[in-house]
């Protein structure tokens, strides 16, 4: 297995370089998918793990005459990623625990891995197209029988209660087992897929799915039934983190797009298919969605599985977490403590208690980014906002579908550890962004 993910790590990568527009996204998206971003084969950032892909891709513009100037300027969130990638070098030249020369390879890396992706699917979409992603957008088409793959892949690692593809890259065990705290608390296994982090997983099925179920017309049985399978990703990955989001992303989105009629239309067909299969359910599966549900409810509540005993992600720990963080913040208010300063300080001392796990990226931007960081990455969402509030005469579908992609996305950074989702949401936001752009021509 090991082997099967080095070949396919590299030749992604190959593919990457040597082509571009839907091809060179398509293979990013076959990479992403199948290979861990914890695969370690060459020990620099830039060559390890998903970051070989972004690698080669900048390699590819360059190689395609794609690295200019004028290609970056023409999208509407440019100056804004510019700002960005300004605060990423500026948090890694102040960083006092390294050099000038790291700090500042630091904060490239992690503006690379983090919102230079929006380009990756931004460039993915030819400026000769039609801006449609029912004709222009085969990259989907030609994904769906992968994506059938992978999702298969994930409910069989339910039923097996093991992930061979992880267990390939040293993670044996590593999250996703079954086990009880010290509570007494059970806590059942979670699909990962080919992710470190059920919630990272649990938002990539959820991007996948509303592109799948709102651009892709005329669906063929193979398209549907995938889109159906991320679906069930979704819920068998366990995590409210992705699952809370993932609904009000949804139901936003059939509020604008479809209107409040079929919107309770759907939801009523999903209360009676669910009504229909409860009492057909295994005493296990039954269990197992008591659990769920349970943990769900239990985000708003102050006790219970998932408050302060549990670690878990509900309001009262997500409000300790973030007031923690801000305490870190006044340290250091413009640029933070520096990139990795929890793993390589915090979680070797006693102050990392009082961040309960840090799942959260206000965590992050307290303790490490600083708000220079955070004004910019405002500026940024606030652009990609009025965009597509901006742009909803020119392509109706295309602008609901990137509200509420970033009504989704919002949520998720606020509950959920968010460590490699960037590769799975930026590069489709990316992508809707540059349809809706050519829909506009």
């Not at 080095?6 to 091809?23: A, D, H, N, P």
């Not at 620099?44 to 005459?65: D, E, Q």
């Not at 992706?117 to 085969?138: P, R």
């Not at 870190?328 to 009082?354: C, I, R, S």
């Amino acid at each position: 297995m090991y082997w099967v993910l080095v070949f396919v790590w590299l030749f992604c990568g190959i593919q990457i370089l040597r082509t571009s527009g839907e091809k060179r996204f398509f293979y990013f998206l076959v990479g992403i998918w199948f290979v861990p971003a914890a695969l370690r084969i060459i020990p620099v950032s830039l060559l390890s793990g998903h970051m070989f892909y972004v690698f080669m891709f900048l390699c590819s513009t360059i190689l395609h005459g794609e690295f200019n100037a004028k290609t970056f300027s023409v999208c509407p969130m440019s100056r804004s990623l510019v700002l960005v990638f300004i605060s990423c070098l500026l948090i890694g030249l102040f960083d006092v625990r390294v050099g000038p020369l790291q700090g500042v390879f630091r904060g490239l890396v992690d503006f690379l891995g983090s919102y230079f992706l929006f380009f990756v699917g931004w460039l993915a979409v030819s400026e000769n197209g039609t801006g449609h992603i029912e004709e222009n957008g085969s990259v989907f088409r030609r994904f769906a029988p992968w994506g059938l793959l992978m999702t298969l892949y994930g409910l069989l690692t339910f039923f097996w209660k093991e992930n061979p593809i992880l267990d390939a890259v040293g993670l044996e065990g590593h999250f996703y087992s079954e086990y009880m705290d010290e509570s007494g608390n059970f806590r059942s296994f979670r699909v990962t897929g080919a992710c470190v982090s059920s919630s990272v997983y649990g938002l990539a099925c959820a991007t996948m799915f509303f592109v799948f179920f709102s651009v892709l017309r005329g669906k063929t049985r193979l398209q549907f039934w995938v889109m159906v399978l991320f679906c069930l990703n979704i819920f068998f990955s366990a995590t409210r983190a992705a699952i809370i989001p993932f609904l009000i992303g949804f139901f936003l989105f059939l509020l604008m797009d479809r209107g409040l009629t079929k919107t309770m239309r759907y939801f009523l067909w999903g209360g009676v298919v669910f009504l229909v299969i409860s009492p057909i359910l295994s005493a296990g599966m039954k269990d197992y969605l008591n659990q769920l549900v349970e943990s769900v409810w239990d985000i708003v509540s102050p006790k219970g599985t998932g408050g302060l005993a549990y670690g878990g992600s509900n309001l009262q720990t997500r409000s300790i977490q973030i007031g923690a963080a801000f305490e870190f913040l006044k340290e250091k208010p413009l640029f933070g403590h520096g990139y990795a300063y929890v793993l390589e300080y915090l979680a070797k001392g006693e102050k990392h208690d009082t961040l309960f796990g840090m799942e959260s990226y206000l965590c992050f931007i307290g303790v490490e980014y600083g708000l220079v960081y955070f004004a910019a990455i405002l500026c940024f969402f606030f652009c990609c906002f009025a965009f597509f509030f901006r742009e909803r005469g020119s392509g109706r579908t295309y602008a609901n579908l990137g509200i509420a992609l970033l009504v989704m996305f919002l949520f998720y950074l606020v509950f959920a550890w968010v460590g490699g989702c960037w590769f799975f949401f930026m590069p489709m936001l990316g992508y809707v962004a540059k349809s809706l752009a050519l829909c506009k021509k």
